[in-house]
């Protein structure tokens, strides 16, 4: 068994019945035992049964344990979920790493390094750049366009492959709080923040079908998100987009009252994942915009 450290204080948590955990951040690092809690599929004990001999088998906990040796941290975690009982143990998960020589950077923000992979062949081990930003605990993932993403497949020496990258990952993370810096000093009009608004509910809705408004989507939960800054439009976006809870009135094909609803939490890590660098680059194209004026 592992020891296990301080308690630590979970800001989201919940298992759903088909297995998947929604995103599960910490305020302290996670040990080994508190992620097989949270995460059973990282301590898989063996490959799914649907991989072939050429599938080489570590599991994500040892791979985990040799990047803790070296100073990266998880500080979060999500779980997928499977309608196939049997593929339960074995489901994609997503680790949100800090490194102890990274301190607190620009904007409240941790730097980070977004680790992903699974046991049952739906993901290989794939390494991405992220930001957290404590005020919110938005978990960001950075565009592949800014930080490009390092997939290491099943085989070979993968836990060294997975530090390796880790460590080239961690050179690249200062230009993050560089973006950061810039996006809190931009601040955006009226037209700008709707038009953010309106192009980052494509992102998680077909074009027309938002139950929201990007007026509502643009609401801030709290104070400190008022300002029109380019980051803060871009936290209050993911925030709204990604945790949900957003109010709206349900009609039906004759336009008439139905209920009211509001809308979900992304507990999905793909689409988790594909909003959030969908936001990103659009940040990152209206601060080159603002930057050309």
């Known amino acids: 068994?592992?020891?296990?450290?301080?308690?630590?204080?979970?800001?989201?948590?919940?298992?759903?019945?088909n297995g998947a955990v929604n995103y599960t951040s910490t305020r302290d690092a996670l040990d080994l035992n508190q992620l097989q809690d949270l995460a059973p599929s990282v301590f898989a004990e063996g490959a799914h049964a649907s991989r072939s001999r050429q599938y080489s088998y570590i599991p994500t906990s040892e791979v985990l344990a040799g990047l803790m040796r070296e100073g990266f941290r998880p500080y979060a975690v999500m779980q997928g979920g499977s309608r196939d009982v049997e593929k339960r143990g074995f489901t994609k998960h997503l680790i949100r790493l800090r490194h102890d020589s990274q301190g607190l950077q620009v904007g409240g923000t941790h730097n980070e390094i977004v680790l992903m992979n699974s046991h049952d062949g739906t993901s290989s081990y794939r390494l991405m750049a992220g930001v957290f930003r404590l005020i919110c605990g938005n978990g960001l993932v950075v565009a592949e366009s800014m930080v490009e993403d390092i997939r290491i497949p099943h085989k070979g020496d993968i836990t060294g492959q997975v530090i390796d990258g880790c460590v080239e990952l961690l050179t690249k993370l200062p230009q993050l709080s560089e973006s950061v810096r810039e996006m809190e000093s931009l601040r955006l009009t009226e037209g700008e923040r709707a038009a953010f608004a309106t192009a980052a509910l494509v992102a998680r809705y077909d074009e027309g079908e938002a139950p929201i408004t990007p007026s509502q989507l643009l609401t801030p939960r709290r104070t400190e998100d008022v300002a029109p800054t380019l980051w803060n439009t871009l936290n209050v976006a993911q925030e709204g987009l990604i945790r949900g809870g957003l109010s709206y009135i349900q009609r039906d094909t004759n336009g008439r009252r139905v209920a009211r609803r509001r809308t979900r939490e992304i507990g999905g890590i793909d689409q988790n994942t594909t909003v959030n660098r969908a936001l990103w680059t659009l940040a990152e194209e209206m601060r080159k915009l603002k930057a050309t004026v």
């Open 1 to 17: 068994m592992y020891s296990s450290p301080s308690t630590t204080r979970i800001s989201r948590f919940a298992r759903r019945s």
